[in-house]
Protein backbone atom coordinates (compact mmCIF):
# COMPACT_ATOMS: atom_id res chain seq x y z
CA UNK A 1 0.00 0.00 0.00
CA UNK A 2 3.02 2.33 0.59
CA UNK A 3 4.19 1.95 -2.63
CA UNK A 4 1.19 2.01 -3.99
CA UNK A 5 0.81 5.78 -2.60
CA UNK A 6 4.13 6.74 -3.34
CA UNK A 7 3.53 5.50 -7.40
CA UNK A 8 0.51 7.42 -7.12
CA UNK A 9 2.31 10.86 -5.84
CA UNK A 10 4.54 10.10 -8.75
CA UNK A 11 2.33 9.73 -11.44
CA UNK A 12 0.47 13.62 -10.25
CA UNK A 13 4.52 14.31 -10.34
CA UNK A 14 4.95 13.18 -13.65
CA UNK A 15 2.27 15.58 -15.15
CA UNK A 16 3.60 18.92 -15.37
CA UNK A 17 6.65 17.35 -17.86
CA UNK A 18 3.36 16.04 -20.04
CA UNK A 19 3.75 17.43 -23.59
CA UNK A 20 0.28 18.58 -24.66
CA UNK A 21 -1.26 19.59 -28.23
CA UNK A 22 -4.54 19.12 -30.43
CA UNK A 23 -3.52 16.43 -32.94
CA UNK A 24 -0.25 15.39 -33.86
CA UNK A 25 1.10 16.08 -37.21
CA UNK A 26 3.04 13.27 -37.52
CA UNK A 27 5.55 12.00 -40.62
CA UNK A 28 4.30 14.54 -43.64
CA UNK A 29 4.25 13.72 -47.43
CA UNK A 30 3.21 17.18 -48.73
CA UNK A 31 3.92 20.70 -47.49
CA UNK A 32 1.85 23.53 -48.76
CA UNK A 33 3.52 27.07 -49.41
CA UNK A 34 1.58 30.14 -49.44
CA UNK A 35 2.79 33.24 -51.28
CA UNK A 36 1.27 36.85 -50.73
CA UNK A 37 2.43 40.05 -52.35
CA UNK A 38 1.49 43.48 -51.41
CA UNK A 39 -2.59 43.83 -52.06
CA UNK A 40 -3.43 45.60 -55.80
CA UNK A 41 -0.93 42.89 -57.39
CA UNK A 42 -2.13 41.90 -60.81
CA UNK A 43 -2.46 38.42 -61.67
CA UNK A 44 0.13 38.64 -64.52
CA UNK A 45 3.18 40.42 -61.30
CA UNK A 46 1.96 37.31 -58.72
CA UNK A 47 2.47 34.91 -61.46
CA UNK A 48 6.06 35.98 -62.47
CA UNK A 49 7.23 36.17 -59.29
CA UNK A 50 5.71 32.79 -58.61
CA UNK A 51 8.11 31.41 -61.08
CA UNK A 52 11.46 32.28 -58.79
CA UNK A 53 9.14 29.72 -55.94
CA UNK A 54 8.73 27.47 -58.65
CA UNK A 55 12.11 27.45 -59.34
CA UNK A 56 13.57 26.92 -56.06
CA UNK A 57 11.00 24.26 -55.84
CA UNK A 58 11.88 22.44 -59.13
CA UNK A 59 15.56 22.28 -57.58
CA UNK A 60 15.00 21.05 -53.80
CA UNK A 61 16.15 17.78 -53.18
CA UNK A 62 13.27 15.48 -51.63
CA UNK A 63 10.61 17.14 -53.75
CA UNK A 64 8.58 14.62 -56.11
CA UNK A 65 6.61 16.99 -57.67
CA UNK A 66 4.76 20.28 -57.21
CA UNK A 67 1.12 22.01 -58.45
CA UNK A 68 1.31 26.07 -58.47
CA UNK A 69 -2.16 28.09 -58.07
CA UNK A 70 -2.15 31.31 -58.66
CA UNK A 71 -5.24 33.37 -57.64
CA UNK A 72 -8.68 32.31 -57.32
CA UNK A 73 -9.84 28.62 -58.38
CA UNK A 74 -12.45 26.51 -57.35
CA UNK A 75 -15.71 27.92 -56.12
CA UNK A 76 -14.27 31.64 -55.88
CA UNK A 77 -13.08 31.43 -59.60
CA UNK A 78 -16.70 30.11 -61.03
CA UNK A 79 -18.44 32.92 -59.40
CA UNK A 80 -16.04 36.00 -60.23
CA UNK A 81 -13.90 35.94 -57.52
CA UNK A 82 -10.64 37.89 -58.06
CA UNK A 83 -9.82 39.43 -54.42
CA UNK A 84 -6.76 37.22 -53.88
CA UNK A 85 -4.58 37.80 -57.32
CA UNK A 86 -1.99 38.96 -54.91
CA UNK A 87 -1.49 35.07 -53.69
CA UNK A 88 -0.47 31.86 -54.40
CA UNK A 89 -0.46 28.10 -53.36
CA UNK A 90 2.24 25.84 -54.23
CA UNK A 91 1.14 21.94 -53.40
CA UNK A 92 4.50 19.91 -52.59
CA UNK A 93 4.53 16.04 -52.57
CA UNK A 94 7.90 15.07 -50.93
CA UNK A 95 9.69 11.67 -51.85
CA UNK A 96 8.85 8.70 -49.72
CA UNK A 97 12.86 8.67 -48.56
CA UNK A 98 12.77 12.33 -47.76
CA UNK A 99 12.78 13.82 -44.28
CA UNK A 100 10.09 16.21 -44.11
CA UNK A 101 11.91 18.50 -41.48
CA UNK A 102 14.98 18.61 -43.81
CA UNK A 103 13.21 19.50 -46.87
CA UNK A 104 11.15 22.47 -45.17
CA UNK A 105 14.15 23.71 -43.34
CA UNK A 106 15.59 23.89 -47.00
CA UNK A 107 12.27 25.84 -48.64
CA UNK A 108 12.40 28.27 -45.33
CA UNK A 109 15.95 29.00 -46.52
CA UNK A 110 15.83 29.48 -49.99
CA UNK A 111 12.72 31.57 -49.59
CA UNK A 112 14.52 33.73 -47.55
CA UNK A 113 17.10 34.66 -49.84
CA UNK A 114 14.84 35.44 -53.15
CA UNK A 115 13.54 38.51 -53.14
CA UNK A 116 10.54 40.27 -54.80
CA UNK A 117 8.46 37.59 -54.11
CA UNK A 118 6.37 38.97 -51.10
CA UNK A 119 5.73 36.95 -47.25
CA UNK A 120 5.72 33.08 -48.17
CA UNK A 121 4.91 30.59 -45.11
CA UNK A 122 5.53 27.16 -45.55
CA UNK A 123 3.29 24.31 -43.22
CA UNK A 124 2.44 20.76 -43.38
CA UNK A 125 -0.23 19.75 -46.23
CA UNK A 126 -1.93 16.75 -45.22
CA UNK A 127 -2.54 17.06 -41.47
CA UNK A 128 -5.66 17.24 -38.92
CA UNK A 129 -6.82 20.41 -38.72
CA UNK A 130 -5.35 23.99 -38.45
CA UNK A 131 -2.87 23.60 -35.51
CA UNK A 132 -2.53 27.63 -35.59
CA UNK A 133 -3.27 29.74 -32.94
CA UNK A 134 -5.16 32.65 -33.01
CA UNK A 135 -5.94 35.41 -30.66
CA UNK A 136 -9.47 37.31 -31.41
CA UNK A 137 -8.90 41.42 -30.49
CA UNK A 138 -12.29 43.09 -30.44
CA UNK A 139 -13.38 46.74 -29.90
CA UNK A 140 -15.78 49.19 -31.08
CA UNK A 141 -13.72 51.68 -32.13
CA UNK A 142 -11.41 51.28 -35.80
CA UNK A 143 -8.18 52.79 -34.16
CA UNK A 144 -8.80 51.51 -30.89
CA UNK A 145 -8.67 48.21 -32.68
CA UNK A 146 -5.48 48.52 -34.74
CA UNK A 147 -3.86 49.84 -31.47
CA UNK A 148 -4.71 47.08 -29.64
CA UNK A 149 -4.33 44.66 -32.57
CA UNK A 150 -0.36 45.50 -32.52
CA UNK A 151 0.12 44.88 -29.12
CA UNK A 152 -1.88 41.53 -29.62
CA UNK A 153 0.86 40.79 -32.29
CA UNK A 154 4.12 42.22 -30.79
CA UNK A 155 2.84 39.98 -27.46
CA UNK A 156 2.68 36.81 -29.91
CA UNK A 157 5.71 37.77 -31.98
CA UNK A 158 7.58 37.54 -28.37
CA UNK A 159 7.12 33.89 -28.08
CA UNK A 160 10.48 31.52 -28.18
CA UNK A 161 8.20 28.67 -29.99
CA UNK A 162 6.31 30.07 -32.49
CA UNK A 163 6.53 31.58 -36.00
CA UNK A 164 4.51 33.16 -38.83
CA UNK A 165 2.90 35.89 -36.53
CA UNK A 166 0.35 37.64 -38.69
CA UNK A 167 -2.35 40.07 -38.40
CA UNK A 168 -5.06 40.86 -40.77
CA UNK A 169 -5.22 44.49 -40.45
CA UNK A 170 -1.61 44.71 -40.48
CA UNK A 171 -1.54 45.31 -44.58
CA UNK A 172 -4.24 47.64 -46.22
CA UNK A 173 -4.97 47.60 -49.96
CA UNK A 174 -4.82 51.60 -51.75
CA UNK A 175 -8.19 52.72 -52.87
CA UNK A 176 -8.95 55.83 -54.74
CA UNK A 177 -11.36 57.82 -52.58
CA UNK A 178 -13.83 60.15 -54.19
CA UNK A 179 -16.10 62.86 -52.25
CA UNK A 180 -17.71 65.84 -53.77
CA UNK A 181 -16.97 69.14 -52.50
CA UNK A 182 -19.00 72.27 -51.95
CA UNK A 183 -18.85 72.69 -56.03
CA UNK A 184 -20.68 69.79 -56.63
CA UNK A 185 -24.41 70.63 -55.80
CA UNK A 186 -24.42 74.10 -58.16
CA UNK A 187 -22.97 71.62 -60.81
CA UNK A 188 -26.05 69.51 -60.26
CA UNK A 189 -24.37 66.27 -58.38
CA UNK A 190 -25.22 64.48 -54.98
CA UNK A 191 -23.46 61.25 -53.75
CA UNK A 192 -25.50 58.75 -55.41
CA UNK A 193 -25.36 60.94 -58.90
CA UNK A 194 -21.40 61.15 -58.27
CA UNK A 195 -21.31 57.50 -57.88
CA UNK A 196 -23.19 56.02 -60.73
CA UNK A 197 -20.52 58.15 -62.63
CA UNK A 198 -17.72 57.09 -61.37
CA UNK A 199 -18.66 53.52 -61.81
CA UNK A 200 -19.91 53.79 -65.24
CA UNK A 201 -16.26 55.46 -66.07
CA UNK A 202 -14.07 53.26 -64.23
CA UNK A 203 -16.01 49.59 -63.84
CA UNK A 204 -19.33 50.26 -66.73
CA UNK A 205 -22.73 50.12 -65.83
CA UNK A 206 -24.59 46.34 -65.96
CA UNK A 207 -27.82 46.84 -68.36
CA UNK A 208 -28.95 43.64 -69.03
CA UNK A 209 -28.70 39.37 -68.42
CA UNK A 210 -28.02 37.18 -71.69
CA UNK A 211 -27.80 34.01 -72.13
CA UNK A 212 -25.22 32.57 -74.03
CA UNK A 213 -24.43 28.68 -74.08
CA UNK A 214 -27.05 28.19 -71.86
CA UNK A 215 -25.38 30.13 -69.15
CA UNK A 216 -26.71 33.62 -68.11
CA UNK A 217 -24.17 36.36 -68.12
CA UNK A 218 -24.36 39.96 -67.64
CA UNK A 219 -24.27 42.62 -70.24
CA UNK A 220 -22.26 45.31 -69.45
CA UNK A 221 -21.97 49.33 -70.72
CA UNK A 222 -18.49 50.38 -70.59
CA UNK A 223 -16.99 53.82 -71.30
CA UNK A 224 -14.97 53.35 -74.87
CA UNK A 225 -12.06 55.19 -73.02
CA UNK A 226 -12.40 54.27 -69.08
CA UNK A 227 -10.04 55.84 -66.62
CA UNK A 228 -7.19 53.95 -65.88
CA UNK A 229 -4.86 56.30 -63.57
CA UNK A 230 -5.71 58.70 -60.96
CA UNK A 231 -5.44 61.62 -63.54
CA UNK A 232 -7.84 60.82 -66.08
CA UNK A 233 -10.31 60.11 -63.13
CA UNK A 234 -9.71 63.62 -62.08
CA UNK A 235 -10.05 64.75 -65.85
CA UNK A 236 -13.55 62.71 -66.36
CA UNK A 237 -16.01 65.14 -68.18
CA UNK A 238 -18.79 65.28 -66.20
CA UNK A 239 -21.09 67.97 -68.55
CA UNK A 240 -19.71 71.12 -68.26
CA UNK A 241 -17.38 70.23 -65.58
CA UNK A 242 -14.67 67.72 -64.90
CA UNK A 243 -14.55 65.33 -62.01
CA UNK A 244 -11.56 67.09 -60.26
CA UNK A 245 -13.42 70.28 -60.28
CA UNK A 246 -16.37 69.11 -58.40
CA UNK A 247 -14.70 66.66 -56.26
CA UNK A 248 -11.42 65.67 -54.03
CA UNK A 249 -10.29 62.62 -55.87
CA UNK A 250 -7.32 60.92 -54.09
CA UNK A 251 -5.32 57.45 -53.29
CA UNK A 252 -6.45 56.51 -49.84
CA UNK A 253 -5.59 52.80 -48.05
CA UNK A 254 -7.96 50.89 -46.38
CA UNK A 255 -8.00 47.57 -44.62
CA UNK A 256 -7.72 44.29 -47.14
CA UNK A 257 -11.16 43.15 -45.14
CA UNK A 258 -13.21 43.88 -42.33
CA UNK A 259 -14.81 41.76 -39.77
CA UNK A 260 -17.65 42.04 -37.32
CA UNK A 261 -18.36 39.97 -34.34
CA UNK A 262 -21.54 40.30 -32.08
CA UNK A 263 -21.68 44.08 -33.94
CA UNK A 264 -17.71 44.54 -32.42
CA UNK A 265 -15.50 45.18 -35.24
CA UNK A 266 -12.29 42.37 -35.05
CA UNK A 267 -9.18 41.56 -35.79
CA UNK A 268 -7.47 37.82 -35.81
CA UNK A 269 -3.85 37.51 -34.90
CA UNK A 270 -1.95 34.20 -35.82
CA UNK A 271 0.57 32.38 -35.01
CA UNK A 272 2.36 28.54 -36.12
CA UNK A 273 3.60 26.78 -33.44
CA UNK A 274 7.03 25.29 -34.33
CA UNK A 275 7.23 22.74 -31.77
CA UNK A 276 4.81 19.64 -30.54
CA UNK A 277 4.00 21.13 -26.54
CA UNK A 278 1.12 23.05 -27.89
CA UNK A 279 -0.42 23.29 -24.49
CA UNK A 280 2.95 25.04 -23.48
CA UNK A 281 2.90 27.83 -25.50
CA UNK A 282 -0.73 28.09 -24.78
CA UNK A 283 -0.15 28.84 -21.27
CA UNK A 284 2.32 31.56 -22.14
CA UNK A 285 0.31 33.05 -24.74
CA UNK A 286 -2.48 33.39 -21.76
CA UNK A 287 0.24 35.07 -19.67
CA UNK A 288 1.51 37.49 -21.94
CA UNK A 289 -2.57 38.35 -23.20
CA UNK A 290 -2.92 38.82 -18.97
CA UNK A 291 0.13 41.13 -18.70
CA UNK A 292 -0.97 43.45 -21.61
CA UNK A 293 -2.87 46.58 -20.64
CA UNK A 294 -5.12 47.10 -23.58
CA UNK A 295 -6.86 50.33 -24.56
CA UNK A 296 -9.98 50.69 -22.90
CA UNK A 297 -12.81 49.40 -25.14
CA UNK A 298 -11.16 46.43 -26.66
CA UNK A 299 -10.65 42.58 -25.32
CA UNK A 300 -8.80 39.48 -26.60
CA UNK A 301 -9.88 36.27 -26.51
CA UNK A 302 -7.39 33.02 -27.36
CA UNK A 303 -9.25 30.51 -30.47
CA UNK A 304 -7.78 28.75 -32.68
CA UNK A 305 -6.07 25.25 -31.80
CA UNK A 306 -5.76 26.63 -28.04
CA UNK A 307 -9.83 26.95 -27.81
CA UNK A 308 -10.39 23.09 -29.99
CA UNK A 309 -7.70 21.80 -27.70
CA UNK A 310 -9.08 23.02 -24.30
CA UNK A 311 -12.69 22.08 -25.71
CA UNK A 312 -11.71 18.36 -26.71
CA UNK A 313 -10.08 18.09 -23.56
CA UNK A 314 -12.86 18.81 -21.25
CA UNK A 315 -15.32 16.35 -23.64
CA UNK A 316 -12.74 14.01 -23.00
CA UNK A 317 -12.51 14.13 -19.51
CA UNK A 318 -16.31 14.68 -18.63
CA UNK A 319 -16.48 11.22 -21.20
CA UNK A 320 -14.19 9.31 -18.70
CA UNK A 321 -15.76 10.71 -15.79
CA UNK A 322 -19.49 9.16 -16.95
CA UNK A 323 -17.41 6.19 -17.98
CA UNK A 324 -16.69 5.74 -14.87
CA UNK A 325 -19.98 5.55 -13.30
CA UNK A 326 -21.10 3.20 -15.57
CA UNK A 327 -18.81 0.71 -14.93
CA UNK A 328 -19.53 1.36 -10.66
CA UNK A 329 -23.17 0.97 -11.27
CA UNK A 330 -22.60 -1.87 -13.69
CA UNK A 331 -20.15 -3.53 -10.87
CA UNK A 332 -22.39 -2.70 -7.91
CA UNK A 333 -25.35 -4.55 -9.52
CA UNK A 334 -23.01 -7.32 -10.38
CA UNK A 335 -21.60 -8.22 -7.33
CA UNK A 336 -24.61 -6.44 -5.15
CA UNK A 337 -21.89 -4.68 -3.04
CA UNK A 338 -20.46 -1.04 -2.85
CA UNK A 339 -17.16 -1.81 -1.26
CA UNK A 340 -16.15 -4.58 -4.08
CA UNK A 341 -16.49 -2.20 -6.53
CA UNK A 342 -14.93 0.71 -5.58
CA UNK A 343 -11.62 -1.95 -4.89
CA UNK A 344 -11.78 -2.57 -8.65
CA UNK A 345 -11.84 0.91 -9.27
CA UNK A 346 -8.62 1.15 -7.76
CA UNK A 347 -7.04 0.08 -10.90
CA UNK A 348 -7.98 2.62 -13.29
CA UNK A 349 -5.69 6.07 -11.60
CA UNK A 350 -2.75 3.70 -11.47
CA UNK A 351 -3.12 2.81 -15.46
CA UNK A 352 -2.35 6.55 -16.01
CA UNK A 353 1.09 5.81 -14.06
CA UNK A 354 2.25 3.46 -17.32
CA UNK A 355 0.43 5.82 -19.58
CA UNK A 356 1.99 9.43 -19.01
CA UNK A 357 5.18 7.58 -17.99
CA UNK A 358 5.58 6.12 -21.55
CA UNK A 359 4.38 9.42 -23.18
CA UNK A 360 6.99 11.22 -21.28
CA UNK A 361 9.96 8.67 -21.84
CA UNK A 362 8.92 8.08 -25.70
CA UNK A 363 8.53 11.99 -26.15
CA UNK A 364 4.95 11.81 -27.55
CA UNK A 365 2.66 14.89 -26.68
CA UNK A 366 -0.55 14.08 -24.81
CA UNK A 367 -3.47 15.26 -27.60
CA UNK A 368 -7.50 13.59 -28.48
CA UNK A 369 -5.58 10.41 -29.68
CA UNK A 370 -4.31 10.21 -26.64
CA UNK A 371 -7.29 10.86 -24.71
CA UNK A 372 -9.08 8.59 -26.09
CA UNK A 373 -6.55 5.51 -25.31
CA UNK A 374 -7.32 6.82 -21.63
CA UNK A 375 -11.02 6.44 -22.39
CA UNK A 376 -10.41 2.95 -23.15
CA UNK A 377 -8.32 2.15 -20.54
CA UNK A 378 -11.06 2.48 -18.45
CA UNK A 379 -13.15 -0.55 -19.78
CA UNK A 380 -9.53 -2.78 -20.69
CA UNK A 381 -8.09 -1.99 -16.97
CA UNK A 382 -11.01 -3.51 -15.12
CA UNK A 383 -11.57 -6.45 -16.92
CA UNK A 384 -8.91 -8.13 -15.27
CA UNK A 385 -9.74 -7.55 -12.06
CA UNK A 386 -13.43 -8.04 -12.11
CA UNK A 387 -11.97 -12.03 -13.43
CA UNK A 388 -9.89 -12.19 -10.40
CA UNK A 389 -12.09 -10.52 -7.99
CA UNK A 390 -15.38 -12.93 -8.91
CA UNK A 391 -13.18 -15.78 -8.69
CA UNK A 392 -11.93 -14.77 -5.38
CA UNK A 393 -15.86 -14.71 -4.47
CA UNK A 394 -16.25 -18.00 -5.64
CA UNK A 395 -13.81 -20.05 -3.62
CA UNK A 396 -15.26 -17.75 -0.52
CA UNK A 397 -18.56 -19.15 -1.29
CA UNK A 398 -17.19 -22.76 -1.63
CA UNK A 399 -15.67 -22.22 2.64
CA UNK A 400 -12.37 -20.69 1.64
CA UNK A 401 -10.61 -18.21 4.28
CA UNK A 402 -10.10 -14.64 2.58
CA UNK A 403 -6.54 -15.02 2.46
CA UNK A 404 -6.37 -18.83 1.11
CA UNK A 405 -9.31 -17.30 -1.38
CA UNK A 406 -7.09 -14.61 -2.61
CA UNK A 407 -3.91 -16.60 -3.00
CA UNK A 408 -5.73 -19.55 -4.99
CA UNK A 409 -7.76 -17.08 -7.09
CA UNK A 410 -4.59 -15.15 -7.75
CA UNK A 411 -2.94 -18.16 -8.38
CA UNK A 412 -5.35 -19.39 -10.72
CA UNK A 413 -5.66 -16.00 -12.91
CA UNK A 414 -1.82 -14.80 -12.94
CA UNK A 415 -1.50 -16.91 -16.13
CA UNK A 416 -4.57 -15.52 -18.06
CA UNK A 417 -4.55 -12.08 -17.00
CA UNK A 418 -0.97 -12.10 -17.50
CA UNK A 419 -1.25 -13.88 -21.42
CA UNK A 420 -4.41 -11.52 -22.00
CA UNK A 421 -1.88 -8.02 -21.10
CA UNK A 422 0.95 -9.24 -23.38
CA UNK A 423 -1.28 -10.45 -26.49
CA UNK A 424 -2.98 -6.93 -26.28
CA UNK A 425 0.52 -4.81 -25.86
CA UNK A 426 2.24 -7.27 -28.90
CA UNK A 427 -0.95 -6.48 -31.11
CA UNK A 428 -0.55 -2.56 -30.19
CA UNK A 429 3.17 -2.49 -30.60
CA UNK A 430 3.22 -1.75 -34.52
CA UNK A 431 1.01 1.27 -34.05
CA UNK A 432 3.34 2.34 -31.30
CA UNK A 433 6.35 1.89 -33.29
CA UNK A 434 4.72 3.70 -36.02
CA UNK A 435 4.80 1.12 -38.89
CA UNK A 436 1.30 1.49 -39.36
CA UNK A 437 1.66 3.51 -42.40
CA UNK A 438 -1.36 6.05 -42.56
CA UNK A 439 -3.01 7.47 -39.68
CA UNK A 440 -0.32 7.36 -37.95
CA UNK A 441 -1.03 10.22 -36.23
CA UNK A 442 -3.60 9.11 -34.60
CA UNK A 443 -2.86 5.81 -33.94
CA UNK A 444 0.46 5.82 -32.17
CA UNK A 445 -0.11 8.27 -29.38
CA UNK A 446 -3.64 6.01 -28.63
CA UNK A 447 -1.29 2.77 -28.70
CA UNK A 448 1.38 4.55 -26.53
CA UNK A 449 -1.26 5.33 -23.98
CA UNK A 450 -2.66 1.87 -23.75
CA UNK A 451 0.27 -0.45 -23.66
CA UNK A 452 1.97 2.04 -20.70
CA UNK A 453 -1.53 1.66 -18.90
CA UNK A 454 -1.95 -1.53 -19.60
CA UNK A 455 1.23 -2.72 -18.00
CA UNK A 456 1.26 -0.93 -14.81
CA UNK A 457 -2.75 -1.75 -14.39
CA UNK A 458 -2.15 -5.00 -14.80
CA UNK A 459 0.46 -5.12 -11.94
CA UNK A 460 -1.38 -3.51 -9.88
CA UNK A 461 -4.44 -6.04 -10.81
CA UNK A 462 -2.13 -8.82 -9.64
CA UNK A 463 -0.73 -7.35 -6.07
CA UNK A 464 -2.81 -4.11 -5.64
CA UNK A 465 -6.31 -5.34 -5.54
CA UNK A 466 -6.00 -8.63 -3.59
CA UNK A 467 -4.51 -6.82 -1.10
CA UNK A 468 -6.89 -4.07 -0.73
CA UNK A 469 -9.29 -7.35 -0.49
CA UNK A 470 -7.86 -8.82 2.24
CA UNK A 471 -7.26 -6.02 4.13
CA UNK A 472 -11.64 -4.57 3.35
CA UNK A 473 -12.98 -8.58 3.64
CA UNK A 474 -10.86 -9.14 6.79
CA UNK A 475 -11.92 -6.61 8.73
CA UNK A 476 -15.50 -7.13 7.67
CA UNK A 477 -14.75 -10.86 9.56
CA UNK A 478 -13.07 -9.13 12.36
CA UNK A 479 -16.21 -7.24 12.56
CA UNK A 480 -18.99 -9.92 12.44
CA UNK A 481 -16.88 -11.86 15.13
CA UNK A 482 -16.72 -9.29 17.49
CA UNK A 483 -20.31 -8.94 17.16
CA UNK A 484 -21.07 -12.52 17.09
CA UNK A 485 -18.70 -12.89 20.84
CA UNK A 486 -20.99 -9.80 22.39
CA UNK A 487 -24.07 -11.83 21.59
CA UNK A 488 -22.78 -14.52 23.56
CA UNK A 489 -21.34 -12.91 26.31
CA UNK A 490 -24.50 -11.48 26.90
CA UNK A 491 -25.74 -15.04 27.34
CA UNK A 492 -30.04 -16.21 26.25
CA UNK A 493 -32.55 -13.51 27.92
CA UNK A 494 -34.73 -14.90 30.56
CA UNK A 495 -38.39 -15.18 29.85
CA UNK A 496 -41.27 -13.15 32.15
CA UNK A 497 -41.98 -14.94 35.62
CA UNK A 498 -46.20 -15.61 34.93
CA UNK A 499 -47.94 -13.88 37.09
CA UNK A 500 -49.62 -14.87 40.22
CA UNK A 501 -53.10 -15.70 40.91
Do not use: C, W
Not at 118 to 134: I, K, N, R
Not at 214 to 241: C, F, H, K, W, Y
Not at 495 to 500: I, L, R, S, T, W
Request: proline share 4%; net charge neutral.
Amino acid sequence: MAIAVVVLIGTFGMAPLLKTNFFDQGEQQVLTVKQELEPGTSLAATDARARKVEQLLAGTEGVKDYQVTVGSSGFMAAFGGGTDTNQASYQVMLEDSASFEDVRDHIEDGLKKLSGIGSTTVAAGDGFGSQDLSVVVKAADAGVLRTAAEQVRAAVAGLDDVTDVTSDLSQSVPRISVAANAKAAAAGFDEQSLGAAVTQAVRGTTAAKAVLDDTERDVVITSARPATTLAQLRALPLGPVKLGDIATVRLVDGPVAMTRIDGRRAATVTARPTGDNTGAVSADLTSKLDALKLPAGATAEIGGVSQDQDDAFKNLALAMLAAIAIVFMLLVATFRSLVQPLILLVSIPFAATGAIGLLIATGTPMGVPAMIGMLMLIGIVVTNAIVLIDLINQYRGQGYGVVEAVVEGGRHRLRPILMTALATVFALLPMALGVTGEGGFIAQPLAVVVIGGLITSTLLTLLLVPTLYAMVELRKERRAQKRTAKKRSAGPEKAPEPAGV
